[in-house]
Structures are given as structure tokens and as C-alpha cells.
């Protein structure tokens, strides 16, 4: 059973830095994605930048140019680098994973797939 355990969280001021970290248990195929998604009170879950298997990244719109996913293999682990906070920025952020039967070329929608292994979150507050 893949698991994935977020850490990194806590409360910086606007302009700010955090990184997160997930580990990851193990794998189940060499073709993946996997992604760091944010919920904040009151809105739905949203997808926040995407990492696979061939090293391409995505981002949402919001997070571009501020927001950085990287995963370091050697430690089974992946990385949300956050600069340039904002106050809404606050959320729970969760890692997120999934695995594919066959070789892909290009992912198509990556914040949008059917991601079906979650952490658990962590706590992001950014204050103004």
C-alpha cells in the first residue's frame, strides 16, 4: 500500500517562504504523477502544481512563477518550494499520487487526474 505523509507546514508572513515535503512509501509502477493540491475553509480542493514520472511540471495559474514541485529520488520524497506567500495562500495542503499501467508520452489535464493516494495535509497560514 502506497502512503504518503506530508510535513513543512506552519504560519509565515506575506511574502514569505515554506517547504513542504511528502514522503513516500513506495511505488507501484515506474509511470506516475503526483501532485500537491490545497483546500482552504469554505472552497473546493484545488490542484496546485503536478510533477510525473518523465519530469514535466504543471502549475495553476495562481501559483506561477511562486510555487516550485520537485522530488528528490533518491529520498523517496517530493518537495512544494513556496515563495513569495500570500495570505491566500492559506490552506491544507495534501500530497497526492498516482500510478499508471503504461508509458505515457504527456499527461493530459495532470491537476485533474485521478489521483487515489492521499496524505493526510498540512497547515499553511500566511498572514498579512
Known amino acids: 500500500q502506497v502512503q504518503l505523509m506530508e510535513s513543512g507546514g506552519g504560519s509565515v508572513q506575506a511574502g514569505g517562504s515554506l517547504r513542504l515535503s511528502c514522503s513516500i512509501s513506495k511505488y507501484d509502477t515506474y509511470n506516475w504523477a503526483m501532485a500537491w493540491f490545497r483546500q482552504a475553509p469554505g472552497k473546493e480542493r484545488e490542484g496546485v502544481a503536478v510533477?510525473?514520472?518523465?519530469?514535466?511540471?504543471t502549475y495553476a495559474d495562481s501559483v506561477k512563477g511562486r510555487f516550485t514541485i520537485s522530488k528528490d529520488n533518491t529520498k523517496n520524497t517530493l518537495y512544494l518550494q513556496m515563495d513569495n506567500l500570500k495570505p491566500e495562500d492559506t490552506a491544507v495542503y495534501s500530497c497526492a499520487a498516482v500510478f499508471f499501467m503504461m508509458a505515457f508520452l504527456r499527461l493530459s489535464d495532470p491537476l485533474n487526474l485521478n489521483y487515489n493516494y492521499w496524505g493526510q495535509g498540512t497547515q499553511v497560514t500566511v498572514s498579512s
Open positions: 510533477i510525473d514520472s518523465r519530469g514535466t511540471t
